[in-house]
């Protein structure tokens, strides 16, 4: 008993795609999305909850103080004096919220100054004090 048909010699793979099976699906598809689709346009009513959320808080203000090379300081681009800084580092202290204070210092500056003016922060009771830095290449 031989598998296979007639021909005498090594039987050739079918090249052809059958195409039966996919068109059946197909079609069974087709009529499960013609029965289902008039259910899908039916709306069903839904009490949805009302909910109500308090406001955010309110960003706190940035305050900019900058340290130039020469130990000049800078209130937001404005030049002040040692003293005044005291004075407005204590009454941003007072504010509610206490803005936040970005501290940036030019890279010839002695690290003293730097260490005097986070001091003064701190006794003025500022509580945020970031650094500003800039990105660049390393001396």
């Known amino acids: 008993m031989a598998f296979g048909g007639f021909e005498s010699g090594p039987s050739q793979p079918m090249a052809d795609i059958n195409t039966t099976p996919l068109v059946d699906v197909m079609l069974v598809l087709l009529i499960i999305f013609i029965v289902c689709a008039p259910l899908m ?34 209130w937001n681009q404005s030049e002040i004096q040692q003293e005044e800084l005291v004075r407005r580092l204590a009454a941003s202290a007072a504010q509610q919220p206490q803005p936040e204070v970005h501290l940036s210092a030019d890279k010839e500056t002695r690290y003293q100054r730097v260490a005097e003016l986070m001091a003064a922060a701190k006794e003025a009771g500022i509580v945020k004090l970031g650094f500003v830095t800039l990105p660049g290449a390393r001396p």
Not at 57 to 67: F, G, M, R, S, Y
């Open 41 to 74: 346009t039916q709306a069903v009513k839904v009490d949805l909850p009302q909910a109500s959320a308090a406001p955010a808080d309110p960003k706190p203000d940035t305050v900019n103080l900058a340290l130039d090379a020469a130990g000049k300081l800078y």
